[in-house]
């Protein structure tokens, strides 16, 4: 049995009424923005909903935002329903100021290094996660690489004419 959109957006709706704050279909899949206070709660509802069937976490991760104020953050997860043979975008957006979400590592084993990954790169604090460390950055970095929070070049080099690189 195939399920729609429209469905999806039906049963979330009926439970989580204004939380679901929007959605769109770009590239074709469903994406729902959502407030991150019920993060686990809606991967779980979609996770074990007997018609849903989301039991798959295909991705997470993180992009940064540094212009929207008090919701730099989105926290992205990809869902599939095997059965159904659908795909989902999950997008919540968090503060960089407190960066901080449920971890979905009691719902799906996968996420455990998906969201170490997010961590290391982002500093995204997965709350409840076993073991929320570095997994491919050096221990001691105490900065986190995918957050846009300096500059991309020296400001003060000499040696580099910007008409070889196209600006």
């Not at 959109?5 to 939380?19: D, M, P």
């Not at 968090?94 to 084993?109: G, Y």
Request: hydrophobic residues 35%.
């Amino acid at each position: 049995m195939a399920i729609s959109s429209e469905q999806i957006l039906e049963k979330l709706s009926a439970v989580y009424g204004e939380n679901i704050l929007a959605h769109s279909e770009p590239f074709g899949m469903l994406k729902i923005e959502y407030k991150a206070e019920i993060h686990e709660e809606l991967v779980r509802t979609l996770r074990d909903d007997e018609t849903l069937k989301f039991r798959f976490l295909t991705d997470l991760c993180a992009v940064h935002y540094p212009d929207d104020k008090g919701r730099e953050i989105a926290v992205v997860c990809h869902l599939h329903s095997l059965e159904n043979n659908f795909r989902l975008r999950l997008e919540c957006r968090i503060s960089e100021s407190k960066p901080e979400i449920a971890s979905l590592t009691t719902l799906f084993a996968g996420a455990n290094w998906m969201e170490r990954e997010t961590y290391d790169f982002f500093g995204i604090n997965f709350t409840g996660h076993p073991d929320l460390r570095r997994i491919l950055n050096v221990d001691h970095m105490d900065f986190f690489p995918m957050l846009k929070q300096y500059p991309l070049e020296d400001s003060s080099r000499e040696d580099k004419d910007d008409r070889f690189f196209g600006r």
